[in-house]
């Protein structure tokens, strides 16, 4: 089997293993206590339910209405810096709280989502926030992602144990970063900043993953063949890259683990990339746990 085959095909069990993973966790704690610095449990659960709900409409392809048409026009006009505004207002218009019904909720959505794709190629551009447009295989990964960074939030809370495989960790770079890069990654990294210039690449390693260089030029990012002589290489464990990238862990700490590794000839140039090349913090977390 090829290597996009068997990642399609790894993607789709992984979802419908870790929402039972998640719903069950969601089920396993008080809804109130706090999550992340602003949400409760229950409206982190609401939070990953919104977002399947959003995946069952438009991975169908046909037309189908968005199910909360009041944030249509706030996510075509998303940045990685309004993400998590644009959160907080699905979330007005998502009232389910009861975290046993949520957890039913995105145990049905997830099946409906597998059922809907079943035969579908899994490089299909699915339009997506600002612009965007992810391959379906990269939608499947980013629904991980979702469930594995605020399952950690749950159980961060609650003292409970929760595994994000590096594995599965891999998905979300893989398949949904450098998918939706290689296609259309639209106005979401579009901050209003001024754009730095000049040209930096950065060849991501993992024993998880193909090798990869990002090259950011005059502020746009694209994919380059391993031709490239990078400035820097960045060595990665998956889970820790993702939390480190969604603020769950400071950048200190991911460097002192000894799982984030960077070296080459212009190492300087890896922190004005990182400003650039960054990721919506989707729900603010309580604190980096440094």
Known sequence: MS???????????????????????????????????????????????????????????????????EVDAPIAAATVDTVADVNDLVLGFFPERDPAELAGRLRADIAE????????????????????????????AHLINEMHVHGWDIAQVSRLP?????????LFFELFLIGMIKIDYGRLMDTGVPKR??????RFHS?????VTLVLQDGRVTVEKFSVRPDLHLAFDPTTLNL????????????????????????????????EVHLPDNARPRSHYA
Request: without cysteine; glycine residues 8%.
């Open 3 to 69: 290597r996009p085959n068997q990642q399609w095909w790894t993607a789709r069990a992984t979802l419908a293993q870790v929402g039972d993973r998640f719903a069950r966790l969601l089920t396993s704690v008080p809804p109130q206590a706090m999550a992340t610095r602003e949400w409760t449990v229950a409206e982190t659960g609401a939070h990953i339910a919104s977002i399947a709900l959003y995946y069952t409409a438009i991975m169908r392809q046909d037309g189908t209405p968005s199910p909360i048409p």
């Open 113 to 140: 989502i597998l059922r809907l794709t079943e035969g579908m190629n899994p490089a299909t551009p699915i339009r997506w926030l600002g612009g965007a447009q992810v391959p379906l295989a990269g939608l499947f």
């Open 162 to 170: 929760w595994r994000i495989p590096p594995r599965e960790a891999a």
């Open 197 to 202: 210039r000049g040209r930096i690449a950065v």
């Open 207 to 211: 024993r998880y993953t193909t090798p």
């Open 244 to 275: 480190m990238l969604f603020g769950r862990i400071s950048r200190s700490r991911a460097l002192f683990s000894g799982k984030i590794a960077a070296w080459g000839r212009r190492l300087w140039l890896l922190p004005p990339f990182m400003r």
